[in-house]
């Protein structure tokens, strides 16, 4: 079982919806957690980290469920502009983030 | 600088040629990071430093991978030999602390042909 996993998607979504992914992570020691977001061909730009308590910026909304280890992206009313492959990552006891495969996510008219 | 900077951009090599790979980290972050991505994965893991010294390389895939930073700031990753598999976007990333992600730099998309 890898470390870190995500559904791959692609998940596609009209204009406006709303849209969540969940990641689930292995290591129940596992400290602190964020969403990345990559375009393409670019490089992976933090896009949040998740509080225990859950955490919003703007329209996207982060959670994290530690009893069953996963985090969750929410983004409400979908943009075209948001399409993008969204990565998770949980930094276990040392500095080192543990990435997932990314979800893409694609934002159609 | 504002930003990581990595250099070069894009590396074509034929096989069984050296690279050098370079990052220049955000003035003043201590921890730096090298991570590999192929097409349609996420980032692995390689290499980390923390200042000048290298505290983990569990991430490495062979022994023809070594990374250096000697003096706290500019890292150098190089391949020995490469192989066709060695191809693949390196990412560099810095962070100035525990609680905080890391920035990436734009990467090197190394071709091996």
């Known amino acids: 079982r890898k470390e870190v996993e995500q559904d791959p998607g692609p998940f596609n979504v009209p204009e406006g919806a709303t849209v969540a992914f969940n990641c689930t992570y292995s290591?129940?020691?596992?400290?602190?957690f964020f969403w990345y977001r990559q375009d393409c061909r670019k490089e992976p730009k933090l896009l949040m980290s998740?509080?225990?308590s859950g955490n919003e910026d703007g329209r996207f909304t982060a959670q994290l469920n530690r009893a069953s280890q996963y985090i969750s992206l929410l983004i409400r009313d979908s943009k075209l502009s948001d399409s993008a492959t969204y990565l998770c990552?949980?930094?276990?006891?040392?500095?080192?983030?543990?990435f997932g495969t990314g979800t893409r996510l694609q934002v159609f008219p | 600088g504002a930003g990581v900077s990595q250099s070069p951009r894009y590396k074509v090599a034929k096989r069984g040629q050296d690279v050098a790979l370079r990052c220049d980290p955000i003035?003043?972050?201590?921890?730096l990071f090298w991570y590999q991505q192929a097409l349609g994965q996420g980032p692995e893991f390689l290499t980390y430093?923390?200042?000048?010294?290298?505290?983990?390389k569990s991430g490495l895939p062979s022994d023809r991978f070594f990374a250096e930073r000697p003096e706290g700031s500019v890292s150098t990753l190089k391949i020995q030999r490469t192989q066709q598999e060695d191809s693949a976007v390196y990412l560099c990333?810095?962070?100035?602390?525990?609680?905080?992600?890391?920035?990436f730099g734009s990467g090197t998309r190394l071709t091996v042909v």
């Open positions: 998740v509080y225990s």
């Open positions: 290591n129940s020691a596992s400290q602190s």
């Open positions: 990552a949980v930094r276990e006891n040392t500095d080192k983030l543990i």
């Open positions: 003035s003043g972050h201590v921890s």
């Open positions: 990333a810095s962070s100035s602390g525990q609680i905080y992600g890391y920035t």
């Open positions: 430093f923390q200042n000048e010294a290298q505290l983990d």
